[in-house]
């Protein structure tokens, strides 16, 4: 690289980073001041200022600070005490952000529940929350009725809208209470290590964890986005991602709302009328996940996809394959990937779009991040330990899994799940000295020579097979490059007799696909070990409210014809793919079949 383009670069990363740091800076969890102090030093700030916009109707930062009031009272005049948990389980809609605003003014909790679970998830949720009350609209009311049965406790249900039977109409109940912010005493002993929101995992692998997002934690997304983004008080950021999760719910809102601009929200996304919004809106930030942005660029092209006034696509997840297709096609200036967990201590931007990296730390500035890469057994899903009983610190190009260190600065704290013993789980100690304990994200990575880190695999994705380690992500992106593959996704499942776990790919397909080409495309593209034994196509990927593709069910139904419906299909060496019937799934049980 010539000396011109590396200082650029350099002069991006740390331009990014002391806006980051300048801005968090300040954050400890000693500190009286929380979050909802943050916030309402912007509703003070900007008052009369556009401040969120849902379909058609939009509120200033005075209106949005007098519903947040109404609710604090609201909450006050129940009894609810600080640390006690009330649930909102509601879809994205204006008053959300004021409704967790509110409570957290009387030191109350909010436990954000992903309106897009039933059932005995749903009853998971809520029984692990400790919740007494819970706030659902029209919307959600219907889906909370069938797990009442389910849950431990009777929770007071509040319905934004007609109530009926046992539940109470909160709309009626606000209009007594004072728009006027509760007396600041009520929060006069909290510090920033109070918990303000639980947030809920995805749930991909089992039941959803619930993390603890303290003041402290809460602060660092949504201070950090305010100046890792570099948003200002002209800006409107679209925001389509759930508001029960941290991408959407702190850090779009915190990269708007700390700055003076403005949110355009958006019940869930859609791909179709993605750009005409952004268009009509005169949005130049939105927010993103990696499959969101999948879903832009497989949709057709509209006329508004290069009208708009986007400046900054920020997010994470985005996947190597896709990036370039997303700047050039759409015409995006700047695109923030960052890394980070909802209940980790690890966070890392990508602050001069390197594409594929998730982020970067640079030798010169290594001592002031928390994250380290350490070599992992994938088979034994264990780190690697020296015989000095150590862990072995990877090298540029080196496959190992990110951890963080726990401790010292506010954002390498780790304050985990609910959970305690699930939180623990999550920490590996005596890592490179005694005493010393890290956050285990789970994620296998790869760092190059120049700080980037590129993201590889969820650990339990990345199987062995062949004496070789299989990254079922860097699968699926050779696999989407096929004509006719519209979504890919891969993992691991046993054979009888063979050593390690077997590929196995999971396609969604359109007319043009071909199983013949599929084979010819693998066998090309994919070393042998990695190519795909067994395929099957499905008409639609089971994901979560956040896009992530839910494995579990696929991996429980493997490659059996019994099991698995819709088409199937195994690798002969000779002939490539061809239908699994019982009688060839019987060979390949009974070991008959060289794999």
């Not at 050039?328 to 966070?347: A, H, M």
């Not at 054979?495 to 043009?512: F, K, N, Q």
């Not at 034994?533 to 579990?552: C, N, S, Y």
């Amino acid at each position: 690289m010539r000396l011109k383009a590396r200082l650029q670069r350099e002069w991006r990363f740390v331009r990014g980073l002391n806006r980051t740091l300048k801005r968090v800076k300040s954050i400890s969890k000693e500190s009286p001041n929380l979050l909802c102090d943050d916030l309402q030093a912007a509703m003070d700030k900007w008052r009369g200022r556009p401040a969120i916009t849902f379909e058609g109707r939009t509120i200033t930062y005075g209106d949005l600070d007098a519903m947040a009031n109404r609710y604090a009272h609201w909450a006050k005049g129940l009894g609810l005490r600080r640390g006690q948990v009330v649930a909102l389980f509601m879809p994205n809609r204006i008053e959300y952000l004021p409704i967790w605003y509110g409570l957290s003014k009387v030191g109350v909790v909010t436990a954000l529940i992903n309106n897009q679970l039933a059932g005995l998830p749903l009853a998971h949720c809520l029984n692990i929350s400790g919740a007494s009350h819970v706030i659902v609209d029209a919307e959600t009311s219907p889906v909370f009725e069938p797990a009442k049965g389910l849950l431990e406790k009777t929770l007071q249900q509040w319905v934004l809208g007609p109530a009926h039977g046992d539940q109470r109409d909160l709309v009626q109940a606000l209009k007594s209470c004072s728009q006027l912010p509760p007396d600041r005493s009520v929060r006069e002993d909290m510090t920033a290590a109070d918990t303000a929101l639980l947030i809920f995992t995805s749930g991909t692998t089992g039941m959803p964890k619930a993390a603890r997002i303290t003041h402290m934690r809460g602060q660092l997304y949504m201070r950090g986005f305010a100046g890792s983004t570099g948003a200002r008080a002209e800006d409107r950021v679209y925001v389509a991602l759930p508001l029960y999760h941290a991408t959407g719910g702190l850090c779009a809102m915190g990269a708007a709302l700390l700055n003076g601009g403005s949110v355009v929200l958006r019940r869930k996304f859609s791909a179709t009328h993605f750009w005409p919004e952004v268009v009509a809106e005169g949005c130049t930030m939105f927010v993103y996940i990696g499959e969101l942005c999948r879903y832009l660029v497989n949709h057709e092209p509209d006329p508004d996809e290069t009208r708009h006034k986007i400046r900054m696509a920020f997010g994470n997840g985005l996947r190597p394959d896709i990036w370039p297709v997303m700047k050039q096609r759409f015409r995006i200036p700047e695109i923030l990937e960052f890394y980070g967990s909802t209940e980790g201590n690890v966070s890392m931007f990508n602050f001069d779009g390197r594409e594929g990296a998730i982020g970067r730390v640079p030798k010169w500035l290594r001592s002031r991040f928390n994250i380290r890469l350490v070599q992992f057994d994938v088979e034994k899903e264990q780190v690697i330990r020296g015989t000095d009983g150590f862990g072995i610190e990877c090298g540029p190009g080196q496959i190992g899994e990110c951890i963080g260190k726990i401790g010292g600065e506010a954002r390498a704290e780790y304050t985990g799940y609910l959970d305690r013993k699930a939180s623990d789980k999550k920490v590996l100690r005596d890592v490179f000295e005694r005493g010393d304990a890290w956050f285990a994200t789970g994620d296998l990575m790869r760092m190059d020579a120049d700080g980037y880190f590129y993201f590889v695999d969820r650990i339990g994705d990345t199987f062995r097979w062949k004496g070789e380690n299989v990254s079922t992500n860097e699968v699926a992106e050779r696999l989407q490059a096929c004509p006719g593959v519209e979504q890919a996704t891969v993992y691991g499942v046993a054979v009888e007799g063979a050593e390690g776990r077997a590929g196995m790919a999971a396609l969604v397909v359109g007319p043009d696909f071909d199983i013949k080409l599929l084979g010819e495309h693998v066998t090309r593209e994919l070393p042998p070990y990695a190519q795909p034994l067994f395929v099957r196509l499905l008409p639609a990927m089971e994901t979560t409210g956040t896009f992530k593709i839910r494995k579990m069910d696929l991996v429980a139904d493997g490659y059996d014809p019994g099991k698995v419906r819709g088409p199937l299909y195994f690798h002969d060496p000779k002939k490539g793919y061809v239908k699994v019937t019982k009688a060839v799934f019987d060979k390949i049980a009974a070991g008959g079949v060289k794999v």
